[in-house]
């Protein structure tokens, strides 16, 4: 059975950083192509990172270009999402996903699995 949990959500500081965890079961980030994704209130859910098992590093949304840093750690069967210097603005419900893809795309609708989500909030 898959399952795909995140974790580590919570309220931040406007500067601050926070780090997401994506404990998946029951498939292997061997062959699956991992995706974070976020959704604020009233807006589209959008593409934040991804890696594919056959990338060689993550792809990112220009908007966290440089702020954010997707991981993978095979042993676990984990990704992570560390994100730094957050803005008001990335306030949102923070998703991962997987699709049985070698490389991986920042477009929610080919994912097959997603997680429950986590609440980040960006706020003085």
């Known amino acids: 059975q898959v399952q795909i949990v995140e974790s580590g959500g919570g309220l931040v500081q406007p500067g601050g950083s926070r780090k997401l965890s994506c404990a998946a079961s029951?498939?292997?980030?061997?062959?699956?192509?991992m995706g974070w994704f976020r959704q604020a209130p009233g807006k589209e859910r959008e593409g934040v990172s991804c890696m594919g098992h056959a990338d060689v590093s993550p792809h990112y949304a220009d908007s966290v270009k440089g702020r954010f840093t997707m991981s993978r750690d095979s042993a676990k069967n984990t990704v992570y999402l560390e994100m730094n210097s957050l803005k008001p603005e990335d306030t949102a419900v923070y998703y991962c996903?997987?699709?049985?893809?070698?490389?991986?795309?920042?477009?929610?609708?080919?994912?097959?699995?997603w997680g429950q989500g986590t609440q980040v909030a960006v706020s003085s």
């Open positions: 029951g498939f292997t980030l061997d062959v699956y192509s």
């Open positions: 996903a997987a699709e049985r893809a070698s490389f991986c795309g920042l477009t929610p609708w080919t994912y097959d699995y």
